[in-house]
């Protein structure tokens, strides 16, 4: 059984997302919702480790209340997807492949190229996976639909499945991840070097928001990559970051002095 756990912060979201989506399966779950409408939480690690306590599922499944599971089947098909995944660590549905380059480097100057040449949807189907639709209009994401469970390196927080005895020795990061940001990058990246294994599942699912880097995010940023030297390059839904400092500083520069403030949320340009 899953345990489904998730923040509301805006009931008519919560609404006709979230609870919309799960009034319609046709299978048995706990749900567990954690009230922030009083500001109760200062973080979303905070917040999850804390419903995780409450929760008696196999599965604790971490969800914003702005996605919907557009599929009565949903929670069955995944329930049944994971069963049949060894050693798993963590599962989303929307993560980022690893990237292969010589360097960070030229990592970096190929991602502004094709930045600079308004060709970023390119790299997105290169190595973003994922089954998702955004907004009332269910416009499809930049990147690769993907019909199969498939290994990533990193995951986007909008959905997260960790198997219940995986969570109970390793938490979300309330340290590091002490707002509302990357707590999924660090989950996936902590499993990864536990040696578990970190998925996508071809699950689709309507997400409302395409998310914000503010200065928080950043924050938590430069805390990851002192966190995970050892991975060189972070490759997350905004974009690849370098595990250099300095690099990572002009990366950080660049994006918030672009003169549109353009966002790149999992393939997804936001004005702000």
């Not at 060894?86 to 993560?95: K, M, P, T």
Request: charged share 20%; glycine share 6%.
């Amino acid at each position: 059984m899953l345990s489904i756990i998730s923040i509301i912060n805006n009931d008519v979201i919560a609404k006709d997302f979230l609870l919309h989506g799960l009034s319609c399966q046709n299978t048995r779950y706990e749900l567990i919702l954690l009230n922030n409408k009083d500001f109760s939480y200062s973080s979303a690690a905070q917040a999850y480790n804390e419903g995780s306590a409450k929760a008696t599922g196999d599965y604790l499944m971490f969800i914003h209340q702005d996605v919907l599971l557009p599929s009565p089947n949903w929670l069955k098909e995944a329930e049944n997807s994971l069963t049949t995944l060894s050693n798993l660590g963590v599962a989303g549905v929307a993560g980022m492949l690893q990237p292969t380059f010589i360097n960070d480097v030229e990592l970096y100057a190929r991602f502004c190229m094709l930045q600079r040449l308004n060709l970023i949807k390119v790299w997105y189907k290169r190595y973003a996976r994922g089954s998702v639709f955004h907004g009332y209009e269910r416009k499809p994401w930049w990147g690769k639909f993907t019909s199969e469970t498939i290994l990533t390196r990193t995951l986007d927080e909008m959905l997260l499945i960790i198997p219940a005895k995986v969570f109970e020795n390793s938490k979300f990061d309330e340290e590091v991840c002490d707002n509302w940001h990357l707590y999924g990058v660090d989950y996936s990246l902590s499993t990864y070097q536990e040696g578990r294994n970190v998925c996508v599942l071809p699950n689709p699912v309507v997400h409302l928001s395409l998310g914000k880097a503010d200065k928080e995010y950043f924050r938590t940023l430069m805390k990851l990559i002192e966190k995970y030297r050892n991975e060189k390059i972070i490759n997350t839904v905004f974009g690849p970051w370098s595990t250099r400092s300095k690099l990572t500083e002009m990366q950080v520069d660049r994006f918030l002095s672009n003169e549109t403030r353009s966002i790149y949320h999992a393939g997804a340009i936001k004005q702000v």
